[in-house]
């Protein structure tokens, strides 16, 4: 488990998913994050937890809990965790709507990074973020990601195209930035 003043990241656990599944259903929540916008069962939610987050050795799944009321508000994981390389590539998604914009996923991405280079030893934790996700690219900016590249007008939303932006840290910059 761990802990910042205001969040906690705990592994996630079976009993989340009918969490999860309510934040994965709700397209406001994942049109800035998630290619696909379907709408999924109970059951296609579970299979996917237990097969692709839980059940994986490169990956690592957290849920941000608001410490005080010990309320789930996100999400959090190290994917494609490459040991040899001491690379991976880091997702989030705030779920509770209540809880945006207050610097919750600012507060856990960096929980997530301290994690990854001080207790992992990675040497480099990557990201993508759909280019009209100003506010994400902003938190990025401000924790030390770098842009790293573009795959152009990849994703369609709303009648128009946007890129996936390629961000990057490596561990000498996140902790200059500290």
């Known amino acids: 488990m761990l802990q910042s003043k205001r969040i906690t990241l705990r ?10 599944h309510e934040w994965r259903n709700d397209i406001e929540v994942m049109q ?20 692709v987050i839980l059940g994986s050795q490169q990956s690592k799944t957290y849920i941000l809990e608001e410490r005080d009321e010990k309320t ?13 390389n001491r690379n991976a590539e880091c997702i989030i998604d705030i ?8 610097g919750y996923a600012t507060e856990a991405l960096q929980l997530l990074l301290d994690y990854a280079f001080l207790e ?5 934790i990557a990201l993508r ?4 996700n100003e506010k994400a690219i902003h938190v990025y900016k401000k924790i030390g990601f770098i842009e790293e590249g ?4 990849s994703v369609y939303r709303n009648g128009d195209w946007h ?15 500290k």
């Open 72 to 84: 789930a508000i996100g999400i959090t994981s190290l994917i494609h965790v490459d040991y040899k």
């Open 95 to 102: 779920g509770h709507k209540d809880y945006w914009g207050k």
């Open 163 to 177: 890129d996936i932006i390629h961000m990057g840290i490596l561990k000498e910059e996140y902790r200059s930035v």
């Open 32 to 51: 800035t994050t998630n290619l696909d916008l379907d709408r999924y069962s109970v059951e296609e939610t579970k299979q996917f937890v237990e097969t």
């Open 11 to 20: 592994k996630m656990e079976s009993e989340d998913i009918p969490t999860y």
């Open 150 to 153: 573009r795959s152009r007008e």
């Open 120 to 124: 992992l030893n990675m040497h480099r």
């Open 129 to 132: 973020v759909f280019s009209f």
